[in-house]
């Protein structure tokens, strides 16, 4: 990203307006789920796999992790990792309390 | 002395400084939020009856509040385009309407506060609202802390793009790198809080 031309910047300008329309479109379509009658654990999931897709959007294009240094990369791993341990502890101990 | 490595990139990350120190501050940031909405998840699997975020909530401001900090955050990337152009105008302009949209988000939040409260609704009347209060308000310290940055980096900080174009150049990357975290944990914040 330091060392872009101006060409270059202009072509991530159209990027970040496309961005934008997706995200757009996608808020329309994340209310719009919500509407219908998919039961509870239909509704979470195709709400959830909406909002990971603009989570991505943003984070590749806005953030610029599309194309970002492998420094990073690791960083972001260690997080996600974490942050999924984080995420399944206390379910681990619900199921465990559910199975006594 | 000067400070190393903020315009150029280190040898050894490949990153200038002031990125690396935002991306680990971000990667503590998403165990803070990552917290709660464990607690979320613990809390809803807990019962057997969960309300409707709808049932207290109002969808349509917050989708006017979704609308907003999308737009902010696109205005925001822009503004920092903006610089890589060296129009510096344009970059006033994006950094603007990104604090006007930034403020707008504060003020749809605040109906929504004093709605609930005249209502009766507050964190402790159930775990749904106590949730609630305490997701959405850590995220809207977030937005009032972005907006403090950016609106130093739109007035007196700006002084910097005359004299050190390159580094006032990073220093709004890095502001954006935050601006959008804040805009991705609203993406989540919204259908986990006001749709499900």
């Not at chain 2, 609308?67 to 060296?86: D, H, P, Q, R, Y």
């Not at chain 2, 609202?129 to 850590?138: R, S, V, W």
């Not at chain 2, 980096?153 to 975290?181: C, Q, S």
């Amino acid at each position: 990203m330091a060392n872009m031309t101006p060409e270059e910047v202009k072509h991530h300008i159209k990027t970040y307006v496309m961005v934008f329309v997706a995200l757009a479109f996608l808020t329309v379509v994340t209310v719009g789920i919500s509407y219908l009658d998919l039961g509870v654990t239909g509704g979470i999931v195709l709400a959830l796999i909406v909002a990971s897709i603009k989570g991505s959007l943003v984070a590749c294009y806005f953030m610029h992790l599309i194309d970002e240094k492998i420094t990073i990369y690791w960083t972001l791993l260690a997080t996600v990792a974490m942050f999924l341990v984080l995420l399944f502890l206390p379910l681990s101990t619900s199921l465990a309390q559910t199975q006594v | 002395m000067d400070i190393p490595y903020t315009v150029k990139n280190r040898p050894d990350t490949g990153l200038y400084n002031g990125k690396l120190g935002v991306w680990l501050f971000l990667a503590s940031e998403v165990m803070l939020f990552g917290g709660l909405f464990s607690a979320y998840i613990f809390l809803r699997t807990g019962v057997d009856n969960w309300p409707m975020g709808a049932e207290y909530l109002s969808v349509p401001l917050a989708t006017l509040n979704t609308m907003f900090l999308i737009t902010s955050s696109v205005t925001m990337v822009m503004s920092w385009a903006s610089l890589k152009l060296n129009d510096f105008k344009k970059f006033k302009m994006y950094a603007g309407i990104t604090l006007l949209l930034a403020l707008g988000f504060l003020v749809v939040k605040y109906f929504e506060y004093t709605s609930k409260f005249h209502h009766g609704y507050f964190p402790s009347t159930n775990n749904f609202l106590g949730i609630y209060f305490t997701m959405t308000g850590l995220h809207v310290l977030h937005v009032i802390g972005g907006i403090v940055v950016i609106f130093f980096y739109w007035m007196p900080g700006a002084k910097m793009w005359e004299t050190d174009p390159g580094r006032f150049t990073n220093r709004i990357e890095i502001v954006g790198l935050y601006w959008h975290f804040v805009d991705l944990v609203w993406i989540f914040l919204f259908p986990v809080l006001y749709l499900l």
